[in-house]
């Protein structure tokens, strides 16, 4: 009964005065919500600076210090007196109402917490069950948290309760106008429900990672987007569209897309009304969108807000309409696939040393048990699979936990994982939690285990000496006047053999010194131990095709068996370089592309 009092009382004062608890939510094309006008009483807030408290009618307790809000495990119920209450953010008054009940701190209270909170995390699974109105869930939960930048632990978010009566998760990170980069949990839920503005009004967003997000279950998506101006890069692979989609990408100015093999994009729902805009054609682009397939696209250090160290797609070149075309359900794909805006030749650029990771750790709750290692101290690292090895959801391995197999690779295709923590199964087993780096892989972007097995993973930099190299990247490397590899002194051809001096160690890399005093990167995807070199020509057995890719499509001439054609090799390459699911196949490049290697049809000149 004093509840019910205090939500009548501080929504007569907010001028909302309800005779209900049911509220009606009325989805509109526009984002910009009625909100509630507040009025900032700074003397109040700077007084009333809760640092801890107990959700209302909940067992869920939170601390607030440095600016992290924390979380613990429980139930908590949406506290809020009226529907305009619930669109300003229910977390925030689940805060407000755990610490008072006087309408009068009403306001310094929102501003408070508004002002303060610069990242949340959850210590615990925290499960969402409905309150005061019936079609409240996760609706709004995390919205409005203007300074937030960094959620963590969201893992542990219980969301099983939603459904479209309690209108799904829409809103649910709305306006958090600080947020630039965001991979969302998986927010598993069997019930059929809608996915709307959850990201609206989220204007820094640039990077935006949804392929651990269930969509299965997700009756209706529309609007996801809307108001965010700098989104760029999205990833949705392993998605599926939902029969009612409208308005998908609708305020974003995506850049680099990453679609899975069951999107579909022209449903005639989807084709006047998904929003997606094609490129720009400028200087640098050339208005068309082009797959990154054996190509190279990636970010400095794993990270899109630091732009790109790579841009050198190789896949098919398509207009808007043709990307359409080609996810309209009727061209038979595999796997995921990235698309990028096309560069212009001037502008495609590859840098011959990656970067390992090496970002500022995150705090994380302490260990729960003896054999879990302390993850606020963990600095990443990357690994690569040398043999076949599974990526599992958990880390006591078998069939049922088993995400996805990565098989065996060339050495300068081997699959990449970034390493975010180190722990042991139940039986005492060793292992890595990892992230997948593979864009084409069916777990890209996920997060899993993997085994620590040296005879399986190994670092993708070279620790010792060999006493030669040979240089395996199909682009070359360069040589440089120090280990920082910056002012390129010469470029090496795939093929070149370099005698080394010592290894030495840069940050988290490791570089090659030459003889000649010249420095070199020890990543094993551009160079190997040794040895390596394919015949410098080749003669056709039989009649054989040159082709435009490495994966032998787009033929651009047929050599007849009677000629016995003799090509000069310029170098080798792997089919499928970035499936993980494909070893690849050796093909030789010549002059105007690319032609088997199969001694079954060319055989070895020298």
């Not at 007569?12 to 507040?38: D, E, K, R, Y």
């Not at 994380?364 to 090895?389: L, R």
């Not at 047929?558 to 016995?564: F, L, V």
């Amino acid at each position: 009964m004093k509840r019910q009092i205090w939500l009548f009382v501080i929504s007569c004062v907010l001028g909302i005065c309800v005779t209900s608890p049911v509220a009606t939510f009325h989805h509109t094309n526009h984002w910009q919500l009625p909100m509630i006008q507040l009025t900032a009483r700074n003397a109040q807030a700077d007084s009333l600076a809760p640092t801890h408290g107990t959700m209302a009618d909940s067992d869920v307790t939170w601390t607030l210090k440095n600016g992290v809000l924390s979380l613990s495990g429980g139930t908590v119920t949406p506290y809020a007196a009226s529907y305009s209450q619930v669109e300003n953010g229910l977390l925030l008054y689940d805060l407000i109402s755990s610490v008072s009940t006087d309408s009068s701190t009403y306001d310094a209270l929102y501003t408070y917490f508004q002002d303060t909170i610069t990242k949340v995390q959850l210590t615990g699974k925290l499960t969402l069950s409905n309150g005061t109105f019936s079609n409240v869930l996760a609706n709004y939960f995390f919205a409005h948290l203007p300074n937030v930048t960094t959620f963590s632990g969201l893992d542990n978010l219980d969301v099983s309760g939603a459904t479209t009566a309690t209108d799904g998760l829409n809103y649910m990170f709305a306006y958090d106008t600080s947020l630039k980069t965001f991979t969302a949990p998986s927010l598993t839920d069997a019930n059929s429900h809608p996915l709307a503005y959850m990201f609206a009004g989220d204007t820094a967003l640039v990077n935006l990672d949804l392929s651990q997000l269930d969509n299965a279950h997700a009756g209706e998506v529309n609007n996801m987007f809307t108001g965010d101006d700098n989104l760029s890069v999205l990833n949705l692979s392993n998605w599926s569209t939902p029969s009612t989609t409208r308005y998908l990408f609708a305020g974003a100015n995506l850049q680099n897309i990453t679609l899975s093999k069951d999107m579909r994009l022209d449903n005639r729902s989807l084709l006047t009304n998904s929003m997606l805009t094609g490129p720009t054609a400028d200087t640098n682009f050339t208005g068309n969108w082009q797959s990154v397939d054996d190509g190279t696209v990636d970010f400095i250090n794993n990270d899109p807000l630091q732009g790109y160290k790579d841009y050198d797609p190789q896949g098919d070149v398509l207009s808007n309409l043709d990307l359409y075309t080609r996810y309209d359900g009727n061209t038979a794909l595999t796997g995921n696939e990235t698309y990028v805006w096309e560069p212009t030749e001037s502008y495609r650029f590859t840098t011959p040393d990656p970067v390992i990771p090496n970002p500022t750790p995150t705090p994380t709750p302490a260990p729960t048990t003896p054999s879990e290692p302390d993850q606020a101290t963990f600095s990443p690292f990357n690994v690569v699979a040398t043999k076949k090895i599974g990526l599992y959801s958990t880390k006591n391995f078998s069939t049922a936990s088993r995400l996805t197999w990565y098989v065996k690779k060339p050495q300068m295709k081997q699959p990449t994982f970034t390493v975010i923590g180190e722990t042991k199964s139940t039986a005492g087993n060793a292992r890595y939690h990892v992230r997948d780096l593979n864009s084409a892989s069916p777990a890209y972007g996920q997060t899993g285990y993997i085994t620590t097995n040296s005879a399986y993973v190994a670092s993708p930099y070279y620790q010792s000496a060999p006493q030669r190299v040979t240089v395996i990247n199909p682009k070359g490397l360069n040589s440089y006047p120090t280990a920082a590899l910056s002012h390129t002194i010469t470029h090496y051809r795939q093929g070149t053999q370099l005698t080394v001096k010592k290894v030495v160690t840069h940050n988290a890399t490791t570089r090659f010194l030459l003889n000649d005093g010249t420095y070199i990167s020890a990543n094993k995807h551009l160079v190997t131990a040794g040895r390596q070199s394919v015949p410098p020509k080749v003669r056709a057995k039989t009649a054989v095709n040159r082709y435009a890719t490495v994966n032998l499509t787009h033929k651009q001439q047929h050599y007849a068996a009677k000629n016995h054609h003799v090509f000069k090799v310029l170098g080798w390459d792997y089919s499928r370089g970035t499936s993980t699911t494909t070893p690849g196949t050796l093909r030789y490049r010549v002059s105007g592309g690319y032609i088997t290697a199969n001694p079954k049809f060319v055989t070895a000149r020298y």
